[in-house]
């Protein structure tokens, strides 16, 4: 098996005074003992060391006594890892996959996956009260799926071994390095096959052809792939300098949802948890059901921002006289075309998939009806011009779907400042084992 461990980042070798004076500092490898107090968002433990300064654990859970050894320290805060447990906490299980600690990803193993949930509602509860000065609502739940197995999209990346077989691992997430894996227990069973079998033969054919974007494979020996299963085992692959005739042959893929078939490739954004999907689906049909009943929003125009390849457009499109989406990736934009054609849409329905940030979009067009919103940003949370926009429109009930806790907050804050209120609040976790968790807010005003 080649040695997929080298780092083999550019430039790996230049002077960086920031990184290398981080290493000098923290080379020096103290152990505490330490009591973890609670985890915080990350998944990690948060104890403090005796001089006051907080650290950040990975791999402890909350009521723990722990042999931690600090990895990186600042004036105001540390971070360390367990090397040793001394009092587990009885929810403490043995990580399930070997790689566990190595690969970057599923740092939760260690807590029963029967109890993640738990302990993210606790860690978000006290996030928005941080964060926000607001409480999540009592009635504030976590949908859970399979703990295992779940995972229908991957970034593999491949290596030619000399012998001709391609090889695959994980790039780890700040090191570049890559750690190869065998199975990776929350890929999908039909990834893991893939993996095992067609992937190789088509990605080792791949790097003898000669047409154009396969040159690109046989110029350099590490490959990043994009995996894709539509959950009925089909699946769809991209990599970068892909031929078109390739793409078009094993890029582009079908998922059904929820009654609806959505057309996406492998190389653009979709949902990674089609098990569990369909709860969300659910809760936002019924967030804007319930927006229509009540007058809070109007069934004359839905806009879905940040749209991909119109996802939240296409479950909802039987309800609304007018369909705006709205994606900055053309590549994306390809699809919502095909998903969300006026044509096929009948009725007398008026479909604008427009390609465009939003913040821009929402600048150059006026809201002055009270629309039914749906936004649907990436990590970094809504961009301040599109959320003053959004307060300034005739908008009166926002669903806001977010990847990422902290910047839901943020914006949520300055939603609340401007005038709304949360009505109701759901979370979902669309990735057992990790601490990530996605969310449904529901705003009116
Ligand atoms: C979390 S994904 C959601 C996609 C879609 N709602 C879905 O469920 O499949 C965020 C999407 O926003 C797009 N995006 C990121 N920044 C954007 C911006 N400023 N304006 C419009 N789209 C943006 C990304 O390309 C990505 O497709």
Redo the contacts with the bound molecule.
């Keep these: 098996m080649p040695d997929f461990r080298r780092n083999n980042r550019p430039n790996n070798n230049r002077f960086c005074p920031n990184r290398d004076k981080d290493r000098r500092e923290n080379s020096k490898a103290e152990c505490y003992t330490l009591r973890i107090e609670k985890m915080v968002q990350g998944g990690e433990g948060m104890a403090r060391l005796e001089d006051g300064r907080v650290c950040f654990v990975a791999g402890a859970l909350p009521g723990e006594l722990c042999k931690v050894r600090l990895t990186f320290q600042k004036k105001d805060f540390t971070k360390g890892r367990v090397v040793e447990v001394i009092e587990a906490s009885p929810d403490r299980v043995k990580p399930h996959c070997p790689l566990y600690g190595k690969c970057g990803g599923c740092s939760l193993q260690h807590l029963a996956s029967e109890k993640q949930a738990e302990y993210l509602e606790k860690v978000e509860r006290e996030n928005f009260r941080r964060l926000a000065h607001a409480e999540l609502p009592a009635d504030f739940v976590i949908h859970t799926g399979n703990a295992w197995g779940y995972r229908n999209r991957a970034r593999v990346v491949f290596r030619k071994a000399p012998e001709g077989r391609a090889t695959f691992g994980f790039r780890g997430e700040e090191s570049n390095n890559v750690i190869p894996f065998e199975n990776c227990p929350v890929l999908t069973d039909a990834l893991n096959a893939f993996l095992h079998g067609p992937a190789a033969t088509l990605l080792s054919g791949v790097s003898n052809s000669g047409s154009n974007g396969r040159r690109d494979f046989q110029r350099s020996r590490d490959i990043d792939v994009n995996l894709f299963d539509n959950g009925k085992g089909e699946i769809s692959f991209y990599y970068p300098g892909m031929h078109k005739s390739e793409f078009d042959a094993h890029a582009v893929s079908v998922v059904e949802i929820a009654g609806r078939k959505i057309e996406?490739d492998a190389s653009?954004?979709?949902?990674s948890n089609l098990g569990l999907l369909p709860e969300l689906v659910e809760s936002v049909r019924k967030a804007v059901d319930e927006g229509l009943a009540s007058g809070m929003s109007t069934d004359d125009w839905l806009i879905?921002?940040?749209?991909?390849?119109?996802?939240?457009a296409c479950i909802l499109q039987d309800k609304f006289k007018k369909i705006t989406t709205?994606?900055?990736?053309e590549?994306?934009l390809k699809h919502a075309r095909i998903n969300l054609d006026e044509r096929t849409l009948g009725n007398g329905r008026v479909v604008e998939n427009v390609s465009?940030?939003?913040?821009?979009?929402l600048l150059e067009n006026v809201v002055d009806i009270p629309a039914t919103l749906?936004v649907?940003?990436?990590?970094?949370g809504l961009?301040k011009e599109?959320l003053n926009a959004i307060v300034k429109s005739s908008v009166k009930r926002l669903i806001y779907?977010s990847?990422d806790p902290v910047t839901l907050a943020r914006d949520f804050s300055k939603f609340v400042e401007a005038g709304f209120a949360l009505s109701h609040a759901e979370g979902f976790a669309f990735y057992p084992q990790t601490p990530h968790l996605e969310m449904m807010f529901v705003l009116d005003r």
């Design positions: 996406a653009v954004f979709f949902q879905d921002l940040f749209s991909g390849v119109g996802f939240f709205v994606e900055r990736d590549g994306c465009a940030p939003a913040e821009d979009w749906i649907d940003p990436p990590r970094t961009p599109a779907v990847c």
